[in-house]
């Protein structure tokens, strides 16, 4: 079902969301607003995990928080037995304050600081997913000079494209995360972390895009990764314990989506990876994924109250909201699509299309160019549906405004989980020059 299909009508002809009326929400908290279905989250990761005890696979769901990084999501994760992968320090210390434990949780990243891997290890993470050459060499010294082993992971290109936006393929060659399978890159990094005395190779990992619709790139990758974890036992005479298959399930946004169950995809791929980890000889090997935009995305909705109607004769109508590309910036950063309806006029006829205009000042600045709604006026509250995933976690201050609170939603209960961030907190950590200070030029 299509998440603006699983909202319903009260008796007041307002949209309900998990149970909470979408209008009153509005009324409460303010808008723009962040609004998260706690059940729709538990359901996605109970079926991510389901897979695993199916098939009989060893291994671990790791959420992968970039997607949407808080206190409260850590919390449902680690409640429903999740890891969490997180890629910098602030994700690691908001995982970590949460209570998160640390021994359920990797560290990804393409650069990652020397005081992140310091943190990493010092919390006694899982694994450091180790991206570079120069990389093995830097969390090799820290371990060495925290006194620790630091367990490992490499993540490898296997060489996959997947279809889909090209900012998000990972898997080719001519990619800035990981190191290659076909040119050896992988191999050699394999054999480095080997000659050093702090690391432990314990894993290999791959991540081949995000929002993928099909299943076959993903299976090509397993086969890939099995042929590799098997090459570097025979040439290296390492047996890794751990391949890491990464995230990308595709959720829906539109109407044109039609994905899998998340879930699907994931018992297709473990019953492969299991099938050729066995014709390899590879037997008790563990897997892992790390789904992000399929736990959160089509749980989270957006809720905006309409400002401005503009008619501009015969070319188009601009309905303005209170929000837009700063709480929202995949629409200006890869044209991606939504869907929206109006929460207060759930029963009124589609009218023309319009578009819904954010409130930035960015002339791209649109969150969907043609939307078909009823009438829009102002004072109106629009939902904006699978915001759950890279909307909050991107959201920015541009034009100095505040970042929107989010509410989590739960037979209509509802808390909230972040705070809208205040024009004090804006201004925070402005300072002004000493010799600014003296009014004169
Ligand atoms: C972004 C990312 C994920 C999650 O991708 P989704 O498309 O949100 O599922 C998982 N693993 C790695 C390494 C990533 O960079």
């Known amino acids: 079902m299509r998440p603006w299909e699983k909202t319903e009508i009260n008796e007041r002809g307002n949209m309900t969301f998990a149970g909470c009326d979408l209008v009153e929400l509005a009324k409460e908290y303010g808008t723009p607003l962040y609004v998260l279905d706690e059940q729709a989250v538990r359901k996605v990761c109970r079926g991510f995990v389901g897979c695993f005890e199916r098939t009989g696979a060893k291994g671990r769901v790791y959420y992968a928080s970039k997607a949407l990084s808080t206190a409260a999501i850590y919390k449902i994760a680690a409640q429903e037995g999740l890891g969490a992968d997180v890629v910098s320090g602030g994700e690691l210390y908001t995982?970590?304050?949460?209570?998160?434990?640390?021994?359920?949780?990797?560290?990804?990243?393409?650069?990652?600081?020397?005081?992140?891997?310091?943190?990493?290890?010092?919390?006694?993470?899982?694994?450091?997913?180790?991206?570079?050459?120069?990389?093995?060499?830097?969390?090799?010294?820290?371990?060495?000079?925290?006194?620790?082993?630091?367990?490992?992971?490499?993540?490898?290109?296997?060489?996959?494209?997947?279809?889909?936006?090209?900012?998000?393929?990972?898997?080719?060659?001519?990619?800035k995360f990981g190191l290659g399978i076909d040119d050896g890159e992988a191999l050699r990094a394999v054999r480095e972390i080997a000659s050093c005395k702090n690391l432990k190779l314990v894993g290999l990992h791959c991540h081949i895009g995000s929002q993928i619709f099909e299943l076959e790139p993903f299976l090509i990758a397993a086969d890939r990764m099995v042929e590799f974890a098997a090459s570097v036992r025979?040439?290296?005479?390492?047996?890794?314990?751990?391949?890491?298959?990464?995230?990308?399930?595709?959720?829906?946004?539109?109407?044109?989506?039609?994905?899998?169950?998340?879930?699907?995809?994931?018992?297709?791929?473990?019953?492969?990876?299991?099938?050729?980890?066995?014709?390899?000889?590879?037997?008790?090997?563990?897997?892992?994924?790390?789904?992000?935009?399929?736990?959160?995305?089509?749980?989270?909705l957006t809720l905006y109250t309409v400002g401005t109607v503009k008619h501009i004769p015969n070319v188009r109508t601009y309905v303005s909201v209170d929000g837009g590309m700063g709480d929202n910036p995949r629409q200006i950063l890869y044209g991606s699509l939504y869907t929206a309806r109006l929460a207060n006029k759930r029963n009124e006829p589609v009218g023309e299309s319009g578009a819904v205009a954010g409130r930035f000042c960015e002339s791209g600045d649109i969150l969907i160019k043609e939307a078909p709604l009823p009438r829009c006026e102002a004072g109106d509250t629009l939902a904006v549906f699978s915001t759950g995933a890279y909307n909050y976690a991107m959201a920015s201050n541009y034009n100095r405004v505040p970042i929107p609170a989010m509410v989590l939603c739960r037979e209509g209960e509802s808390a909230l989980i972040v705070r809208r961030q205040t024009y004090e907190q804006l201004v925070e950590n402005d300072l002004v020059a000493p010799w600014l200070e003296d009014d004169k030029a």
């Open 95 to 175: 995982a970590l304050s949460a209570g998160f434990p640390a021994e359920n949780i990797e560290l990804h990243g393409n650069n990652k600081t020397l005081p992140e891997i310091e943190m990493a290890l010092r919390a006694g993470v899982h694994a450091l997913v180790v991206d570079s050459h120069e990389e093995i060499g830097l969390i090799d010294s820290a371990a060495a000079s925290l006194g620790v082993t630091a367990c490992v992971s490499l993540r490898v290109k296997p060489g996959v494209e997947a279809h889909t936006h090209e900012y998000v393929m990972t898997g080719i060659d001519d990619c």
């Open 234 to 300: 025979e040439t290296c005479g390492i047996a890794v314990e751990e391949i890491n298959m990464g995230g990308g399930y595709g959720i829906m946004y539109t109407e044109a989506d039609a994905p899998m169950e998340p879930y699907d995809y994931l018992e297709q791929l473990l019953t492969r990876l299991l099938a050729r980890c066995k014709e390899a000889g590879l037997d008790g090997m563990r897997f892992a994924v790390e789904p992000g935009r399929s736990i959160v995305g089509e749980a989270g």
